[in-house]
């Protein structure tokens, strides 16, 4: 309102301390860059209002413990090597204050796999400003990414620093040991699989087909707005429609006409048609018809017990040409209930 003046609530840092490159020293604060929307519940009794909270308990009398009474410990087989929190904090490195670069690489060369967690990274007081510019402009200008070590709540973290926008990011970074070897993790990898020239020519020409600009904007979580409509339906007494069964798995057999189809779908056909097509087509050309109203034309003139001998894939091609809603998540069966429909109503 006119005459309100606005507070902004600036973030609180997590972490304060000194990055240092070289002989340079800069006091910066690190705070989070990003934050959760995820609806958070409460847990209760069924069929009560009654919370259900989480205590610590002793498991040997069952009674409850204050927070202040446990230790951390590790069990070493015949006892357990009891840690104070003091402890952990006298044997962090820099004493948890110095995030150290250590060296500058390419940031192309890590893999992404690695990356964990952002921040971001700021001076910490106005007459640090300067060199926080000069580490900022020179890392942008090089498109070079500082790597270092730092603790943070008694845990040591390699971190990747890099110039992003106007800002020094941070990303946190796996150790090397926690990155799982594929190979050891993955079943049934596809190793040597016989693919041929067509499926290849085919396939990235689907990928060509669907590619787009990058836009953050244009995404978001939709399993996050159904929970809270969820909830809000709840309140109101009404219900939710559930959400479309996942499409299934394209079967081996019907791959090269699924990659046909979803080219034409993504728009990205060459224009050149199959014998069985072209034909469909000529008989429709007089007129000047399009190539979807030839396929629509094709349609009516099937039945459903034709449409039954048919791939999931070419009914998946024919409802393209059709426009049927919902296509995507329909089973083989649902498609040829939608097309034999199509069919009757344009007859």
């Given at each position: 309102m006119e005459g309100e003046r606005v507070v902004v609530t600036m973030a609180r840092p997590v972490w304060s301390g000194a990055l240092s490159f070289g002989l340079v020293s800069l006091p910066v604060q690190l705070y989070s860059a990003t934050e959760s929307h995820t609806v958070h519940f409460h847990q209760l009794q069924r069929g009560t209002s009654d919370r259900v909270r989480n205590r610590r308990?002793?498991?040997?009398?069952?009674?409850?413990?204050?927070?202040?009474?446990?230790?951390?410990?590790?069990?070493?087989?015949?006892?357990?090597?009891?840690?104070?929190?003091?402890?952990?904090?006298?044997?962090?490195?820099?004493?948890?204050?110095?995030?150290?670069?250590?060296?500058?690489?390419?940031?192309?060369?890590?893999?992404?796999?690695?990356?964990?967690?952002?921040?971001?990274?700021?001076?910490?007081?106005?007459?640090?400003?300067k060199v926080y510019a000069l580490l900022h402009r020179a890392m942008a200008q090089s498109n070079k990414a500082g790597i270092a070590t730092f603790v943070m709540r008694n845990r040591q973290y390699l971190v990747a620093v890099k110039a992003e926008g106007d800002i020094l990011a941070l990303?946190?970074?796996?150790?090397?040991?926690?990155?799982?070897?594929?190979?050891?993790?993955?079943?049934?990898?596809?190793?040597?699989?016989?693919?041929?020239?067509?499926?290849?020519?085919?396939?990235?020409?689907?990928?060509?087909?669907?590619?787009?600009?990058?836009?953050?904007?244009?995404?978001?979580d939709t399993y996050q707005e159904q929970t809270r409509k969820l909830i809000e339906a709840k309140l109101s007494g009404e219900t939710?429609?559930?959400?479309?069964?996942?499409?299934?798995?394209?079967?081996?057999?019907?791959?090269?006409?699924?990659?046909?189809?979803?080219?034409?779908?993504?728009?990205?056909?060459?224009?050149?048609?199959?014998?069985?097509?072209?034909?469909?087509?000529?008989?429709?050309?007089?007129g000047g018809k399009s190539h979807k109203r030839g396929r629509a034309a094709s349609d009516r003139r099937s039945t459903a017990e034709d449409l039954g001998k048919l791939t999931k894939a070419e009914l998946y091609e024919r409802a393209t040409a059709a426009e049927i809603h919902g296509r995507s998540s329909m089973t083989r069966e649902e498609l040829v209930k939608a097309l034999s429909g199509a069919t009757a109503r344009a007859g």
């Open positions: 308990v002793n498991e040997r009398t069952g009674e409850e413990v204050p927070l202040d009474d446990i230790v951390k410990g590790v069990d070493a087989g015949d006892e357990y090597v009891l840690v104070e929190p003091r402890e952990l904090d006298d044997i962090a490195p820099g004493r948890s204050k110095s995030l150290e670069i250590s060296g500058f690489v390419d940031l192309d060369d890590v893999d992404p796999i690695f990356f964990d967690k952002t921040y971001y990274l700021g001076p910490r007081g106005k007459e640090y400003e990303h946190t970074l796996h150790w090397a040991d926690e990155v799982r070897d594929p190979r050891r993790e993955v079943a049934d990898l596809p190793g040597k699989a016989e693919v041929s020239d067509r499926e290849m020519k085919t396939a990235v020409q689907l990928v060509e087909a669907m590619s787009i600009e990058w836009d953050p904007e244009e995404y978001h939710v429609e559930k959400a479309e069964a996942p499409p299934e798995s394209t079967n081996v057999i019907d791959l090269m006409s699924a990659l046909r189809a979803s080219v034409d779908s993504a728009g990205g056909g060459s224009g050149k048609q199959s014998g069985k097509q072209s034909g469909s087509r000529s008989g429709a050309r007089g």
